[in-house]
């Protein structure tokens, strides 16, 4: 008798893709287990500002039709999200700002509530690395101030100096907004997110 080999099965797409979700909850997971004091927020980051002082926008909206939570992270395809799909699909005739406003999560007693109902959460992250030199690109193409800026600069005058100047790590109110860390929007710690997607599959991910 000749014993040929058994042939194993291919994964499809969706079990892949379901492992590379279980694979990047891990390690979120792992990494809040070792760094939890400094990444665990007593109070989720729902009150931060979006791109100025006139927006006291919550990065953290639930639209209740869908049931859907969603965490928006600057120069991670936010944009994408919300006005190309969000936007889109409910019709409210709202400017970006008012739209998150109005879907926005006011408190963390009625975040925590949601949360109790398993709504579909998600969020889109990029490389750091990646996220800074698409907020250079942006600064230098809409301020005046960073026209002439090189990227060294910018890093250590917008990011590293304000970093060490921050008094709280958690939030770094001093830095840009657009410059934050994914967690002071998102508090990955706080939260477990059914969906981590990221810009190097954004396709995949929005399938």
Not at 67 to 94: D, R, S, Y
Not at 136 to 151: A, N, V
Not at 155 to 164: A, I, R, Y
């Amino acid at each position: 008798d000749i014993n040929l080999p058994s042939q194993s099965r291919i994964p499809s797409p969706v079990e892949l893709w379901t492992q590379e979700q279980t694979k990047r909850k891990l390690s979120i997971e792992k990494v809040c287990q070792e760094h939890s004091s400094e990444l665990y927020y007593d109070n989720d980051p729902l009150s931060d500002m979006l791109y100025d002082d006139v927006y006291n926008i919550n990065y953290i909206i639930f639209i209740p039709k869908y049931n859907i939570l969603h965490c928006g992270v600057p120069k991670a395809g936010t944009t994408t999200w919300v006005e190309g799909t969000f936007m889109k699909q409910e019709a409210l005739q709202l400017d970006r700002a008012n739209f998150l406003r109005h879907f926005k999560i006011d408190n963390t007693t009625t975040l925590n509530n949601i949360l109790g109902e398993n709504p579909v959460s998600f969020t889109n992250v990029r490389h750091p690395f990646e996220r800074l030199v698409s907020a250079y690109i942006m600064f230098r193409k809409h301020s005046e101030e960073f026209k002439e800026k090189t990227f060294q600069q910018f890093l250590t005058e917008q990011v590293l100096m304000k970093t060490n100047i921050s008094q709280n790590k958690n939030t770094f109110w001093e830095m840009n907004q657009h410059l934050w860390p994914s967690n002071a929007y998102c508090a990955f710690c706080n939260i477990n997110y059914t969906v981590i997607s990221k810009m190097e599959t954004f396709n995949e991910d929005r399938m």
